[in-house]
């Protein structure tokens, strides 16, 4: 789960997404990591308690962050 935020794409955020859908892109970000997971165990069963790990482990507030940087640094310009 780590590795996946850490090789989040600048590219597509300023590709993809307006600066107004910071939470459109946290929300489809969380879900892209929920069912890699799930893919991988190969059961959708705990898409729940891994969604809520990840938001517990601050990793929604990563995305976020990692979001507005990127939107105010290099999508801007």
């Given at each position: 789960?780590?590795?996946?935020v ?5 590219d ?6 307006g ?9 489809s ?14 059961s959708?069963d705990l ?5 809520e ?25």
């Open positions: 789960m780590k590795q996946y850490e090789n989040l794409n600048r597509d955020v300023c590709t993809y997404w600066d107004y859908e910071v939470d459109n892109y946290v929300d970000s969380m879900s892209n990591i929920v069912e890699r997971v799930c893919k991988q165990i190969g959708y898409y729940d308690e891994i969604y790990y990840l938001v517990n482990n601050d990793y929604q507030s990563q995305i976020r962050e990692f979001f507005i940087n990127t939107y105010n640094t290099y999508c801007s310009k």
